[in-house]
């Protein structure tokens, strides 16, 4: 169960095939994830952000300390599912977040995507996608 009376954000880390496919374009490391999470908790600290974290590699509960967080330890239809019930989604350029997005109404802000990427349906007018400031915008009006 997660938190109803708090910001619930789902963190998508997707490491295994991201390290070489695409010269690792999309792969961030864990130190890039607890970044994002500690600039969004500081901007919107007044939520009190609850993290949950999703990765395809086996992750450890001291690997966020110092945040609010739970690891998801479901299979993948359970946590995209888990995904999709949470506020937003940070992670990488992915269609298994953005698929959750869509299915749960929610936003997912992909780390690394710029214009002109090459996945020109991620410049489409998806209502899922955000940068950090629609992000931001899109909270503050909620």
Not at 81 to 95: A, K, N, W
Request: hydrophobic share 40%; net charge neutral.
């Amino acid at each position: 169960a997660l938190p109803t009376d708090r910001l619930r954000v789902a963190v998508h880390i997707r490491h295994r095939d991201y390290r070489t496919w695409n010269q690792g374009r999309f792969f961030f490391s864990l130190e890039r994830f607890r970044e994002e999470m500690a600039s969004l908790r500081a901007r919107h600290a007044t939520r009190r952000p609850f993290f949950v974290i999703f990765s395809d590699e086996p992750r450890h509960e001291d690997e966020f300390a110092g945040f609010d967080h739970v690891v998801s330890r479901g299979n993948l239809v359970e946590d995209r599912h888990r995904m999709s019930r949470c506020d937003l989604i940070i992670g990488p350029c992915s269609t298994f977040s953005l698929w959750a997005a869509f299915a749960g109404g929610i936003k997912a802000l992909h780390l690394g995507r710029t214009a002109g990427d090459e996945f020109s349906w991620m410049d489409s007018p998806l209502p899922a996608l955000v940068t950090a400031q629609q992000l931001d915008d899109h909270l503050a009006s909620r």
